[in-house]
């Protein structure tokens, strides 16, 4: 069955560092997203993005944030210079044309020290 | 008040025992409504996912919609200690056009053998 996979899996960094989580979404969704998740907290919408650009974004989604499809098989969120509060776990979406559901990665754990 | 509103819990019930899993909502535009199960530390696997009011069954689940009074419900029928995890209702609209989900906060279950 195809999933959404996404790497890696957990990434320790330091603060003011730049930070790249990968995805690779479903082969034929050409919908894409990301959510985090802080721990113990629920889980929130960050951006959408279809046909090479940002659809919508959240007010979580701030300058330091920003995506990319570098190629027809990955998705990357970068977080520019990491802050303390962005550690969480990030979710990575797909949706397939003419469909609603969401199909969700198992998540990158970005620990910002 | 919060757009979508769920019981964290925990809850724990015997095994074999139906549970009843409830969010309540504000939005009215939303009309998609999912349930996702996720275990600790991994990603929302969808479980059901329902169009405007009624009920869905799929094996053991039933999820129900009743959007007069913005309210969802997920029954899980002969509970299963398989069945532990915390469970995120999610809905959306289509008026933005990007069908973001929002979440409720989830709502741990224990299911005790």
């Known amino acids: 069955e195809p999933e959404v996979t996404q790497t890696p899996s957990h990434q320790v960094t330091q603060m003011g560092q730049e930070v790249i989580l990968r995805c690779v979404p479903i082969?034929?969704?050409?919908?894409f997203y990301w959510y985090r998740q802080i721990l113990g907290q629920k889980v929130e919408f960050l951006v959408s993005?279809?046909?090479?650009?940002?659809?919508?974004k959240s007010e979580i989604f701030d300058d330091q944030f920003s995506v990319e499809r570098p190629d027809g098989s990955n998705f990357t969120l970068k977080i520019r210079s990491t802050k303390l509060e962005d550690s969480a776990m990030y979710f990575c979406?797909?949706?397939?044309?003419?469909?609603?559901?969401?199909?969700f990665g198992p998540g990158t754990r970005l620990t910002v020290l | 008040q919060k757009e979508v509103e769920q019981d964290p819990g925990p809850l724990s019930v015997p095994e074999g025992a139906i549970v009843s899993l409830n969010c309540t909502y504000s939005?009215?535009?939303?009309?998609?409504f999912m349930w996702y199960r996720q275990y600790s530390r991994k990603g929302p696997e969808l479980l059901m996912y329902?169009?405007?009011?009624g009920n869905k069954e799929d094996g053991r689940f039933t999820a129900q919609v009743d959007k007069s009074s913005k309210y969802i419900s997920l029954f899980i029928r002969d509970s299963q200690p398989s069945d532990s995890a915390t469970y995120l209702c999610?809905?959306?609209?289509?008026?933005?056009?990007?069908?973001?989900?929002?979440f409720g906060t989830g709502t741990r279950l224990k299911v005790l053998a």
């Open positions: 979406a797909s949706r397939a044309p003419g469909y609603n559901e969401q199909f």
């Open positions: 082969s034929n969704h050409l919908y």
């Open positions: 993005f279809y046909n090479n650009e940002i659809s919508e």
């Open positions: 939005n009215s535009a939303f009309q998609y």
């Open positions: 329902t169009y405007s009011s």
């Open positions: 999610a809905m959306t609209d289509t008026t933005s056009g990007t069908y973001k989900y929002i």
